[in-house]
T-cell receptor, first 114, second 113 residues
Framework: DTAVSQTPKYLVTQMGNDKSIKCEQN?????MYWYKQDSKKFLKIMFS???????INETVPNRFSPKSPDKAHLNLHINSLELGDSAVYFC?????????????FGPGTRLTVT | GESVGLHLPTLSVQEGDNSIINCAYS??????FIWYKQESGKGPQFIID?????DKRQGQRVTVLLNKTVKHLSLQIAATQPGDSAVYFC????????????FGAGTRLFVKA
């Protein structure tokens, strides 16, 4: 009965590789998000989609490309991985418009770039 | 600029005592605030929210206070339990600048048995 799920939970890869993280929510929400949490626990929004449309795109390198095939899925593809990309990436969803209401977070994907 | 910060990065309390976690925000345009709890190895979990037209809101064992004059937010946890040990984040939503939630740096709460 997982509300927001992410795969994989752990991802270890070398610099220069391309990797993807998948996210799915079964809550019927219209809005989904990707957040990055660094080693100091600072949580920063990267992207947000509402009804499959990109509505928030923070200052994120264009090596990061989100894709929303449908309202229940928001995937994150990262090209040419760098050491600084190491972090925990959280997917989230909400029923209300972005910036309003409770966000439901997934368990996170810990990305380690070596 | 945009910033949501916390006065105390680490707070240690005795089990059964009340906890108060503070947060300062700088964006006057913020009109919606949320507290999240993040346990080790998990994603943040919603605790309570408050809109700017309110000063206080109560939940189960938690109370959020909002002081718009000094741009201050606090989370009070009554009768703190070991299960309350976590990192707590305040977050703000400005009503300008496009729908993004801005998280504070987080406060780690330790509950001593």
């Amino acid at each position: 009965d997982t509300a927001v799920s992410q795969t994989p939970k752990y991802l270890v890869t070398q610099m220069g590789n391309d990797k993807s993280i998948k996210c799915e929510q079964n809550l019927g929400h219209d809005t989904m998000y990707w957040y990055k949490q660094d080693s100091k626990k600072f949580l920063k929004i990267m992207f947000s989609y509402n009804n499959k449309e990109l509505i928030i795109n923070e200052t994120v390198p264009n090596r990061f490309s989100p894709k929303s095939p449908d309202k229940a899925h928001l995937n994150l593809h990262i090209n040419s991985l760098e050491l600084g990309d190491s972090a925990v990436y959280f997917c989230a969803s909400s029923q209300e418009i972005p910036g309003r209401g409770e966000q439901y977070f997934g368990p996170g994907t810990r990305l380690t770039v070596t | 600029g945009e910033s949501v910060g916390l006065h105390l990065p680490t707070l240690s309390v005795q089990e059964g005592d009340n906890s108060i976690i503070n947060c300062a925000y700088s964006n006057s345009a913020s009109d919606y605030f949320i507290w999240y709890k993040q346990e080790s190895g998990k994603g943040p979990q919603f605790i309570i929210d408050i809109r700017s037209n309110m000063d206080k809101r109560q939940g189960q064992r938690v109370t959020v206070l909002l002081n718009k004059t000094v741009k201050h937010l606090s989370l009070q946890i009554a009768a703190t339990q070991p299960g309350d040990s976590a990192v707590y984040f305040c977050a703000e939503n400005p009503n300008t600048g496009g729908f993004k939630t801005i998280f504070g740096a987080g406060t780690r709460l330790f509950v001593k048995a």
